[in-house]
């Protein structure tokens, strides 16, 4: 089982819709979350952290469930520059209980908002 | 203020060569982590390095290798290339390297092996 997992998509919708990703995680141990965003050919850029409680940041919300180890991005109102590759990402303590950044990335779900 | 800078943009090497990598973090920040892109996939971890010191290693083999240096810009080495270290390596910097500090990416080098 891959330690983050990503809905397949490719989402297509309209724009003005509401879309939403889903995302799990394996690792009960896993710290931190995260959400990046990916044009194509570009580097990953942060989009949200992602806390407990849940956030929102204009047209996006992003909530944590971890009993479920369960993530999920909401886009309301979609633009067409909204259009990318949506990563998942888990920051996953290592085995003796270090802290450090390292990073598990889902696969990324592709978004195409359209006229 | 300067994001992250990787140097080179694209690099095209053969089969058995060697390559260095260049990352210069955002001023302040004092970790850097490296990631490999294959095409359709997400990054994958492959170090990073706080302070000069290796604090995480991913699931790479031995022929890869980084340094940090004190005004904490980074080299990722690759020796004996093979095909299929043909990808994007990322360089992302950090505050401290810490789980919940946010890590921000730079632009990444392309690499083809042939």
């Known amino acids: 089982r891959k330690e983050v997992e990503q809905d397949p998509g490719p989402f297509n919708v309209p724009e003005g819709a509401t879309v939403a990703f889903n995302c799990t995680y394996s690792?009960?141990?896993?710290?931190?979350f995260f959400w990046y965003r990916q044009d194509c050919r570009k580097e990953p850029k942060l989009l949200m952290s992602?806390?407990?409680s849940g956030n929102e940041d204009g047209r996006f919300t992003a909530q944590l469930n971890r009993a479920s180890q369960y993530i999920s991005l909401l886009i309301r109102d979609s633009k067409l520059s909204d259009s990318a590759t949506y990563l998942c990402?888990?920051?996953?303590?290592?085995?003796?209980?270090?802290?450090?950044?390292?990073?598990?990335f889902g696969q990324g779900t592709i978004l195409t908002v359209h006229p | 203020d300067a994001g992250v800078t990787q140097s080179p943009t694209h690099l095209i090497k053969t089969r058995g060569q060697q390559v260095t990598l260049r990352c210069s973090p955002i001023?302040?920040?004092?970790?850097v982590s490296w990631y490999q892109q294959v095409l359709g996939q997400g990054p994958q971890f492959i170090f990073q390095?706080?302070?000069?010191?290796?604090?995480g290693r991913g699931n790479f083999p031995d022929r890869f290798s980084a340094r940090q240096f004190p005004n904490y810009s980074s080299e990722l080495n690759v020796n004996a290339l093979l095909l299929g270290d043909s990808a994007l390596y990322l360089c992302?910097?950090?505050?401290?390297?810490?789980?919940?500090?946010?890590?921000?990416f730079g632009p990444g080098t392309r690499l083809t092996v042939l």
């Open positions: 992602v806390y407990s």
């Open positions: 690792n009960s141990a896993s710290q931190s």
């Open positions: 990402v888990v920051n996953i303590a290592n085995a003796g209980g270090t802290s450090y950044g390292k990073l598990t």
């Open positions: 992302a910097s950090s505050l401290a390297g810490l789980e919940y500090n946010e890590q921000f």
């Open positions: 001023s302040g920040h004092k970790s």
């Open positions: 390095y706080y302070e000069k010191e290796e604090r």
